[in-house]
């Protein structure tokens, strides 16, 4: 990923600027900004990266992933999407351009093709029909409720699982910050993961075997990332979980039989 970014947010209004270790924050009530020293870290793998740095009596903490991002209020698509954490607690979310090149054409490009030509090529039609997953109404017990604090750990998981189509069966938090997730491949096997919130995985994947290949604990759903299929057949019902932007971001598929 580059590591040069203009971004910003709408209500309340704010930009970003992040080159490398320097960066610039202003609001309208800032409108002079302030310069920002920090640490950049890059994981190309999971297509994400983080910007830490000293903001006031704490850190301000930035993640940009690569996922297609729209402002409504300027009407225009993005690349790249931000979310943006304060000392107070309040968390910011916005849109990004990159401005290591000129002309960003190609990571446009790249969205694009992650998107949306799998799903005209490899996937079932029906799927677009799927409904909307409602993460906040899901019951107790089932692990997608929290899908979107655990997505950077979970795509940095599925990014290291071996096989072919891997997919998520189960993730959770843990005591001490970081996040379990169990992921799954087409050749049948399983792996347990141990991430940061951040999506840097901190061990190596440990196969299952045993009573822990069990894939569900009760009514919970497997999660597939966008650019693969989810399960097929008569017994799952599908899906759709999309950004605030409307951008898919995978399918939930529950087990009904």
Not at 38 to 43: D, E, I, K
Not at 105 to 124: H, L
Not at 220 to 240: I, M
Request: hydrophobic letters at 35%; charged letters at 20%; proline letters at 8%.
């Amino acid at each position: 990923m580059p590591s040069q970014y203009k971004c910003n947010g709408n209500e309340p209004f704010w930009g970003l600027a992040i080159d490398g270790e320097h960066a610039g924050w202003a609001t309208p009530e800032e409108p002079e900004g302030r310069t920002l020293e920090g640490t950049f870290l890059p994981l190309d793998y999971a297509g994400l990266f983080s910007w830490r740095g000293s903001f006031g009596e704490g850190d301000l903490v930035a993640f940009v992933t690569q996922r297609p991002c729209s402002d409504t209020m300027a009407d225009r698509d993005y690349a790249y999407s931000i979310s943006v954490s304060l000392p107070d607690g309040s968390v910011l979310l916005g849109c990004c351009d990159t401005t290591s090149k000129p002309n960003t054409e190609g990571s446009s490009e790249s969205s694009r093709v992650d998107v949306d030509e799998p799903q005209a090529q490899d996937f079932d039609e029906s799927l677009a029909d799927s409904p909307i997953a409602v993460l906040d109404e899901k019951p107790p017990g089932d692990w997608s409720k929290d899908l979107f604090a655990l997505l950077p750990a979970i795509e940095g998981c599925v990014a290291r699982t071996p096989g072919s189509s891997p997919r998520v069966v189960k993730a959770w938090s843990t005591t001490n910050g970081e996040v379990g997730v169990r992921t799954w491949n087409a050749e049948a096997a399983g792996f347990e993961c141990v991430a940061t919130g951040q999506g840097s995985v901190v061990q190596p994947l440990i196969p299952l075997t045993g009573d822990a290949m069990g894939l569900h604990d009760g009514w919970s759903p497997v999660f597939t990332p966008r650019d693969l299929s989810p399960p097929a057949g008569e017994c799952y019902q599908h899906e759709r979980v999309v950004g605030v932007g409307g951008e898919l971001i995978g399918w939930l598929s529950y087990d009904t039989c």
